[in-house]
């Protein structure tokens, strides 16, 4: 793997198929794409992800998961396949999701824009985690880290032409808590120019666990991006019951 320095996301120059992306249909029939990551879960089979890739986060609590989720590992581009991309290990559908009350009923980026679920495996496919391995996982240990990787699909970034959505990113560095004076804001906060598309892509250490999800940027009153800083949501007991959650479905 080619690491890049400070805040400029380099392309991954090797497959990096742990990460992939996430494709779902939302409540009015339009598509969308997020990325999310292979995790270590009982049964191999479980996604991490933002919150607000699955879920609305505006009450529905529930009955409120999007539908026509998938995981797609080794997603690329491709000119011949109808559908305008390659999956080499299969399109995963998803079966199960889990996330918090603080983002189904009151979209908390602070706390809540983080979620699981399980996915199926296609024909001819095993588990995810046996096909193209998982990240691991340190919850509740706190927002500043050093030598992180984060990664994802981004569809645009900051100050950046070069982003499609087909392509998987990363950045390199250290996250630092967003808040250090605010004991009620916990969010990571790293520099990194990914924009729309890399949202539920994993903030991981170089152990490979996640610690941190991507989930929002800093925009000014007319919604234009104004840094290159990116946001993941707190990754504490919130995630904590999270990933205890999914396990109890497995």
Same mark, same amino acid.
């Given at each position: 793997?080619?690491?890049?320095? @400070? ?19 939302? *409540? ?13 879960? %009982? ?7 933002? #919150? ?18 998938? /995981?797609?590992?080794?997603?690329? &581009?491709?000119?011949?396949?109808? $559908?305008?991309? %390659? ?13 918090? &009350? ?11 824009? =983080?979620?699981? /679920? ?20 340190? /919850? ?11 990664? @994802? ?8 032409? %070069?982003? %499609? ?38 903030? *991981? ?8 999800? $991507? ?14 800083? =990116?946001?993941?949501?707190?990754? #504490?007991?919130? *995630? ?8 109890? /479905?497995?």
């Amino acid at each position: 793997m080619v690491r890049c320095c @400070g805040a400029k996301a380099t392309r991954h120059r090797l497959p990096a198929v742990i990460v992939g992306k996430i494709l779902y249909v939302d *409540a009015a029939g339009e598509s969308h794409g997020c990325s999310g990551a292979s995790s270590i879960a %009982d049964g191999k089979n479980t996604v991490w992800t933002a #919150g607000h890739c699955v879920h609305p986060g505006d009450g529905s609590g529930a009955d409120g998961f999007h539908d026509s989720v998938l /995981f797609i590992p080794g997603y690329k &581009e491709s000119a011949t396949s109808s $559908n305008g991309y %390659d999956a080499p290990w299969g399109e995963r559908v998803a079966q199960t999701f889990v996330a918090p &009350e603080a983002w189904t009923q009151d979209k908390d980026y602070n706390e809540g824009d =983080l979620a699981a /679920f399980t996915v199926k495996a296609p024909a001819g496919y095993t588990n995810p985690t046996d096909t193209v391995g998982a990240l691991g996982y340190r /919850f509740g240990d706190g927002s500043d880290w050093s030598d992180i990787i984060d990664s @994802g699909f981004p569809g645009e970034g900051y100050n950046r032409t %070069d982003m %499609d959505g087909y392509t998987q990113f990363f950045c390199t560095g250290n996250v630092v808590d967003a808040a250090n004076l605010n004991p009620f804001d916990d969010r990571l906060e790293m520099d990194c120019d990914m924009g729309s598309g890399a949202s539920g892509g994993p903030m *991981a250490t170089t152990e490979g666990q996640i610690v941190g999800a $991507n989930s929002h940027v800093e925009v000014d009153d007319s919604g234009e991006r104004i840094n290159d800083n =990116l946001y993941s949501s707190n990754h #504490g007991s919130q *995630a904590v019951a999270v990933i205890n959650r999914i396990n109890e /479905f497995n």
